[in-house]
Antibody, heavy 120, light 108 residues
Framework: QVQLQESGPGLVKPSETLSLTCTVSGYSISSGYYWGWIRQPPGKGLEWIGNIYHSWSTYYNPSLKSRVTISLDTSNNQFSLELSSVTAADTAVYYC?????????????WGQGTLVTVSS | DIQMTQSPSSVSASVGDRVTITCRAS??????LVWYQQKPGKAPKLLIF???SLQSGVPSRFSGSGSGTDFTLTISRLQPEDFGTYYC??????????FGGGTKVEIK
């Protein structure tokens, strides 16, 4: 059974870079599926950030594309999110998830989520 | 981008009631629509994929229907554990993948 776990700082200063890692167990991230990040500001809805498929296919939300990088670390079975130039609007619970690699593109397994607060 | 619009934004119903939530896509997404349930402080949980296919382990009181632009999630007999917020998501194309705004279900 696949399990995902987010890790990283819970507090980031404005204008700095948010960095999170998702550690996957029970499934090899090299074996197919997209791997993705979703966020949820406190009290609000879900926003897709982006997906990665192997190391050469990344897809980002156009609203965040200029600030987002998602990468894979197959040796440690992890994938990562970097979001640069953060502001208070980036305060959210960040989830990592496994994503189907063909239609329908849904998130079938999720991490528990990690709250990242942007504040000085 | 494909916009997803859910209604109502909230519903309060009694145990045993039938609850219906609708989701409308801004363009034709065939049957590529999924539904999630989210409880407070928890990650969303997949309920239904491909508009009407029940995820393994999900009670049969949950059902989905629709195609094209209009979709429905129905809880046939509401149970106390069904409280939470329900989200639809278009699963047809990305970027971006998009979610509806959510429907909060409360038990009277």
């Amino acid at each position: 059974q696949v399990q995902l776990q987010e890790s990283g700082p819970g507090l980031v200063k404005p204008s700095e870079t948010l960095s999170l890692t998702c550690t996957v167990s029970g499934y090899s991230i090299s074996s197919g599926y997209y791997w993705g990040w979703i966020r949820q500001p406190p009290g609000k809805g879900l926003e897709w950030i982006g997906n990665i498929y192997h190391s050469w296919s990344t897809y980002y939300n156009p609203s965040l594309k200029s600030r987002v990088t998602i990468s894979l670390d197959t040796s440690n079975n992890q994938f990562s999110l970097e979001l640069s130039s953060v502001t208070a609007a980036d305060t959210a619970v960040y989830y990592c998830a496994r994503v189907m690699s063909y239609r329908p593109y849904y998130f079938d397994s999720w991490g528990q989520g990690t709250l990242v607060t942007v504040s000085s | 981008d494909i916009q997803m619009t859910q209604s109502p934004s909230s519903v309060s119903a009694s145990v045993g009631d039938r609850v219906t939530i609708t989701c409308r896509a801004s363009q034709d997404i065939d049957s590529w629509l999924v539904w999630y349930q989210q409880k407070p402080g928890k990650a969303p949980k997949l309920l239904i994929f491909a508009a009407s296919s029940l995820q393994s382990g999900v009670p049969s009181r949950f059902s989905g229907s629709g195609s094209g632009t209009d979709f429905t999630l129905t809880i046939s007999r509401l149970q106390p554990e069904d409280f939470g917020t329900y989200y639809c998501q278009q699963a047809n194309s990305f970027p971006p993948l998009t979610f509806g705004g959510g429907t909060k279900v409360e038990i009277k």
